[in-house]
DNA sequence: AGCACGCCGACT
DNA sequence: GTCGGCGTGCTC
């Protein structure tokens, strides 16, 4: 009954190959089928995936399915695109295929099912009587409606109940419930789009194809993909929505909710793998058009895909840094392209490459410029931290910021505070011998918390800061560095009165901490809201008209040709924050260097220049979108293993890429960060025209040419050169 | 990755 | 003699 070609589950890197097992005869077998095989000399069964239906096979020694799990996970397209992420990414069938199964499927996830009691014998003889009738009695009248726990806890023995099902009085079956979300959620209307956002939705539904919307803060251009997502609704296409994980508030889900209803399902971080198992059930069977998610909500197995929004385009967030180490940005591109269907891209910060594809022609650029929910744009002032310390200034506060936060603090304004650090210093050290506290597991200098409390960000190591110094017991131990933790301490101390409110991964641990002190501050319980990363997305306040930028500086000193986009994104993200329908909001951004042209940019609310200077300088460097950039990273406890091998792989590399004169190699050398928990690390950097045919020959080559005890990672343009 | 096979040292 | 060390090679 013919073949099947099977991709079995196992990680390794030299097991991913696709394996020819023969099809016993009555065994019901299709691609997306999950199998059990016999694998190995010892024949242990391993699960398996069906990718391929082979009429015809003569590979040798060809071993029997052994059995078949009922139904399929996914169908020849999913196939199609795990074998697109293979070449793009270099990952395994394995790793594409785990993307498009419900979590957990492996491990024996299934639907959740209660042993609910149905009347079935008449009560009779010796057992007419209590408390036997009573329960009988109570099950007869509620078929279906009990469980055995529901029983006793009415105040009956289990005992008792186990007597009547084991002479047939009553009967157990299993009954699949249902884990999804059916609350009510208030109608959210959609209000009447103005002329530009509605041109907007016109063009995009006019021709399939990928469309960027650059749309400045407060522009509306949630309610044009909305609006798209209805008219494809009506056209009978499902549609996907990518956001940031951290924008999927309990706001965006209601607005979502009330706005398609029972048509629409939310992937948000706070289901457990029984209601993603339970949602992916609803999308295959078709009973939802519509899915809000992050990242990994592009691969539900819908039916008939027409549309992907891609909201906050530039989000890095979009980048997997597990293997697939796919973009979500590109892989939604390759879907919708062989689909047929239609990309929308947006952002109020689009990424570089994203515009530069866009005003080259290769994708359509929609521009929405007429604030449609905020007043005017927010008044942004730059100020020269050097100056401020000439002028005998040293606190981290100028005293431009000083003022404004006073003066909003007086008129019952709330403000943000924003530094991309968390922690109080970035490195501890002593000031007689110069001994610094560096993590005993990583190549990193330990963070100093409040409650003296020393940790590394990178394995989680934490000791505590000891009063005198281990290399020579000195006592005059000092911080250097700031973080959100300090600033907290600086705002307490300067501005005594102000409530405030800190937002990073030390006091957000989760989701519902996070929503917590959202609300809080939304609710106005809180002055000063200082934060991470984790405030420049999905936080709408009404009554913020004041946003500081402590250290401008910070992302900008990156060795990464990126620096300058993010730092310009940061700044307009959290600029955004700022500013209601009546009053303006005003922005300070402080910096040792306010004259670089990424923070003026920024400033200036100028996308158009900050684009038009920051490709000139990538073409200049020939960095993205001008090359593809290949990181190669080896690792391993043994140093002197990991060195010796990675230079015999940069040799052999060297030799295989002469003549390939528009690829250039960078190393090996150590990495920036050259161990992480005890593992040291090197690199080689590729940068030049790597198609996949060539990326997939260096992969084979750095394998073939590595030794089992070193580790190998590869990223096709990572999001940092880190 | 696992697992079997294989060829050498040090044990009851 | 044989128990077990981990180097090598293969997996439909
Ligand atoms: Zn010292
Ligand atoms: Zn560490």
Known sequence: MGFAGIVVNNESQAMDRIFTYKIPEKMNISVGSRVKVPFGASNKRLDGFVVEMIPEAEVKGIKDISS??????????????????????????????????????????????????????????????????????????????????????????????????????????????????????????????????????????KKPGTYLVH???????????????????????????????????????????????????????????????????RVKNGEVKIAVGARSALFLPFRDLGLIVVDEEHESSYKSEMNPKYSAVEMAEFMMDRKGGRLVLASATPSINSYHRAVTGEIGLITLDKRATKGSLPEMTAVDMREELRAGNRSMFSRVLRGEIEKALDSKEQVILFLNRRGFSTFVSCRSCGHVFNCPNCSVSLTYHTSRDLSCHHCGYRQVLPETCPACSSRYIKQFGTGTEKVEEMVRKEFPGARVVRMDRDTAKNKSDYEDMYNSFKNREGDILIGTQM?????????????????????????????????????????????????????????????????????????????????????????????????????????????????????????????????????????????????????????????????????????????RDVRTSIDLDPTSML
């Not at 940061?570 to 009053?583: E, S």
């Not at 990424?598 to 090359?627: C, L, Q, T």
Request: charged fraction near 25%; include cysteine; aromatic fraction near 8%.
């Open 68 to 205: 078949v799990f009922p139904g399929t996970l996914f169908d020849s397209w999913t196939v199609e695109v795990v074998e697109e992420m293979r070449k793009r990414y270099l990952c395994t069938y394995l790793e594409g295929i785990r993307l498009f199964i419900p979590v957990g499927t492996l491990k024996g996830a299934g639907f959740k099912t209660e042993e609910k009691l149905y009347p079935n014998l008449v009560l009779s003889g010796k057992l007419n009587k209590e408390p036997y009738a009573s329960i009988a009695d109570l099950i007869g009248k509620n078929p279906g409606k009990f469980i055995r726990a529901d029983i006793s806890r009415m105040g009956f023995s289990p005992s008792s109940l186990n007597t009547l099902i084991r002479h047939g009085v009553i009967e157990v079956s299993s009954v699949r419930s249902s884990r999804h979300d059916i609350r009510d959620y208030e109608n959210y209307e959609a209000p009447r789009l103005n002329q530009e956002q509605l041109i907007a939705s016109d063009t995009i539904m």
């Open 535 to 707: 405030i420049t997305k999905g936080l709408d306040f009404k009554n913020v008209t004041l946003v500081g930028i402590i250290a401008a500086d910070l992302s900008l000193n990156l060795p990464d040709f990126r620096a300058g986009e993010r730092t310009f994104q940061l700044i307009t993200q959290v600029a955004g924050r700022a500013g209601r329908h009546d009053k303006p909001g005003k922005v300070i951004i402080q910096s040792y260097t306010p004259e670089d042209p990424s923070i003026v940019n920024a400033k200036e609310h100028d996308y158009k220049g900050f684009y038009r200077r920051e490709i000139s300088a990538r073409e200049m460097m020939y960095n993205p979108p001008f090359s593809r950039i290949m990181s190669i990273v080896q690792s391993s406890v043994d140093e002197a293993l990991l060195i010796k091998n990675i230079q015999t792989v940069g040799a052999e590399l060297r030799k295989f890429l002469f003549g390939y004169d528009k690829i250039i190699m960078l190393g090996p050398s150590p990495c920036l960060i050259s161990k992480i928990k005890q593992n040291h690390r090197w690199q080689v950097l590729l940068k030049g025209e790597l198609d996949p045919d060539i990326a997939r020959r260096i992969k084979d080559l750095v394998l073939e040419k590595s030794v």
């Open 215 to 281: 749309g400045i803060t407060g522009s509306g251009k949630t309610e044009v993909f909305m609006d798209v997502i209805k008219r494809m609704l009506k056209e009978g296409k499902d549609s996907i929505v990518l956001v940031p994980e951290i924008s999927l508030t309990p706001q965006m889900i209601e607005r979502f909710k009330g706005r398609f209803g029972k048509d629409i399902s939310i992937f948000h971080s706070r289901l457990s793998e029984g209601e993603r198992f339970d949602e992916w059930h």
